[in-house]
């Protein structure tokens, strides 16, 4: 499997819908798994002052984490392989 990040634009969303866009990618990440396809939601990391989103899946394949985007009805402005760089 390999990172990918999920480059979104959401200047003014609240931190309510915010936080369920979250929950919708978390919930689609855990019924693709369960359906067959792995896939993981790994976090996400949000600039208010611009509105800029980065979040990070684990997945075997760019089309996955498009497809979880697309079923979760999730805006997106790109999907780039990438690598995590957590201690």
Do not use: H, W
Not at 20 to 39: D, L, V
Not at 48 to 61: I, N
């Amino acid at each position: 499997m390999s990172v990918y990040m999920v480059e979104r634009d959401l200047k003014g969303i609240s931190m309510e819908a915010l936080g369920g866009a979250q929950k919708a990618a978390i919930s689609k990440a855990a019924e693709m798994s369960s359906a067959g396809t792995a896939i993981k939601y790994l976090r996400s990391t949000f600039a208010p002052e611009d509105g800029r989103c980065m979040c990070l899946f684990d997945a075997k394949s760019d089309a996955d984490v498009k497809r979880l985007n697309d079923d979760a009805s999730l805006p997106y402005n790109r999907i780039v392989p990438a690598l995590d760089l957590t201690p």
